[in-house]
């Protein structure tokens, strides 16, 4: 969804309007000026925009269906904030349909049956496939392509439509590549017309993707950008995801893939032995891929939900295998996962999201354009511009990385954490300076209970996130408003 924004951001910054940019935090602020006129050029961009590590195309999706909502005069916060996660449910429902349909072309109604079971029970499947992530479109679109793959069998593959919805997953985020090097690899060594696949094939659907993904690029950033390629000297040649935490090169093999299957494991496992030989090169995809995203430091649940879909044919198999068993199994593998997605999708850090509709209220107060808000959390806790839907002045603490190679860098959030009191003492030497509404995780609250005190701040709103508080993320979200506002 912020993805979204920070593309709304880059068409309205780009219209004939005075802009004001607000140095250190790339931020972009409507003229006051303007607002009585509805002239509003406001938003935000991270730094992955600006550093041309981020492409158009995917938010490009949202951002047509944000300006037909604003056509229509139907772009309400609320449609633009569920809107796009309908459009994901959408495709994702699509998705799990087509591999229902790829497996019962391939074997029969029964074994497709518990294939698609599997799916629908999957907890990370329902937490993940309504989020408007890359990794969700990525998922979402190598089930797509599997079901033109053409594996051992199967009468409905297609060359040129499966590259194209690899290229076109890979333009979204190029990691999509990774899944189906072997696939294709294994392609390439049973086709016979090997030059015709790579001349009629593979260059022409690289040549057009790639091509598109330029353009429309061109056109957002004002300049010839390979995003693709910036995505990969960040991530890869240069590391620099550590920046943003690192694990162990088994965490995916001891915890990720452990924990996105869930009690789906034992069945994977048991799949994997009983699958016909000609889905081994679905195990060697999954492993290959958990493979190399261990080589890099920088690890996280979502990055391997793309291998999700081929670990559930092999649960699909045990289910289907197990004969007097199954109803048992079945059983079992729903009510199991039932309460982890209703938990995660439902309950756990859902604060994020919650305290953002006090801050949609102050839209429709009269002080609009004396409220400042200011967010004290981990950066990007929450989500901005995309659920406010006006040109409300908002701020929260930065964490890009480092592009220059300072060794001695240290971004504005752990400069904050490392003294919040003294941070914010010297950030707002004046009472002028002060926001309107500061918030906060509640870990933080007797740490500068002196500020809050001392500068007029009162508690107005307690918003819960999580029963697990962690670090710097505390179980409740606290909103704070200065006295003296009208």
Not at 366 to 385: E, G, K, N
Request: charged content about 15%; hydrophobic content about 45%; glycine content about 6%.
């Amino acid at each position: 969804m912020e993805a979204a924004g920070g593309l709304l951001a880059r068409v309205r910054a780009r219209r004939p309007a005075a802009v004001r940019l607000r140095k250190r935090r790339s931020v972009l602020y409507s003229d006051p000026g303007q607002r009585g006129a509805g002239k509003c050029n406001y938003g935000y961009l991270t730094w992955e925009w600006t550093s041309g590590l981020r492409g158009y195309s995917y938010p490009l999706i949202f951002a047509s269906i944000y300006k037909a909502l604003q056509l229509l005069a139907k772009d309400d916060v609320q449609l633009l904030i569920w809107v796009p996660r309908l459009a994901q449910a959408v495709l994702a429902a699509f998705a799990d349909v087509k591999l229902y349909s790829l497996v019962r072309h391939l074997e029969n109604a029964e074994t497709a049956k518990c294939v698609y079971f599997s799916q629908l029970c999957s907890w990370f499947t329902w937490y993940s496939c309504t989020r408007t992530l890359t990794n969700t479109m990525e998922a979402l679109l190598t089930i797509f392509a599997l079901s033109y793959y053409p594996i051992k069998g199967s009468k409905m593959g297609s060359s040129c439509k499966y590259l194209a919805l690899i290229a076109l997953a890979i333009v979204i985020r190029p990691t999509a590549v990774i899944p189906w090097i072997p696939l294709v690899f294994s392609h390439f060594l049973q086709e016979q017309r090997k030059a015709d696949f790579i001349l009629h094939n593979c260059i022409p659907v690289g040549l057009v993707t790639v091509g598109t993904s330029l353009i429309i690029d061109r056109v957002f950033f004002g300049k010839w950008v390979l995003v693709q390629l910036n995505f990969l000297k960040f991530n890869v040649l240069q590391n620099l995801g550590t920046f943003y935490g690192s694990h162990s090169w088994h965490w995916y093999f001891t915890q990720g893939l452990p924990v996105i299957l869930g009690t789906h494991l034992p069945f994977f496992i048991h799949g994997c032995v009983v699958a016909p030989k000609r889905y081994r090169i679905f195990l060697v995809t999954v492993i290959w891929t958990v493979l190399v995203y261990s080589m890099l430091s920088h690890k996280e649940f979502r990055f391997i939900y793309p291998v999700l879909p081929f670990c559930m044919v092999f649960c699909g198999y045990s289910l289907k295998h197990l004969k007097a068993w199954k109803k048992s199994a079945a059983t079992f593998l729903l009510l199991s996962n039932v309460v982890p997605a209703l938990y995660t999708g439902l309950i756990h850090q859902r604060g994020s999201l919650d305290v953002m509709s006090h801050v949609q209220q102050l839209c429709s107060n009269s002080y609009q354009s004396q409220a400042h808000v200011f967010f004290m959390m981990p950066c990007h806790s929450t989500p901005f511009y995309s659920h406010v839907h006006c040109p409300l002045k908002m701020r929260f603490l930065q964490c890009p990385p480092d592009l220059t190679g300072n060794q001695s860098y240290i971004d504005e959030a752990d400069v904050f954490y490392s003294n919040p009191l003294g941070w914010l003492n010297k950030e707002f030497y004046n009472d002028t300076l002060l926001p309107s509404h500061l918030i906060f995780f509640s870990v933080l609250e007797q740490e500068i209970s002196s500020f809050l005190a001392l500068r007029g701040y009162e508690k107005t709103a307690t918003v819960f996130h999580t029963h697990v508080p962690q670090g710097r993320v505390g179980s409740h979200i606290y909103v704070y408003r200065k006295k003296n506002l009208n």
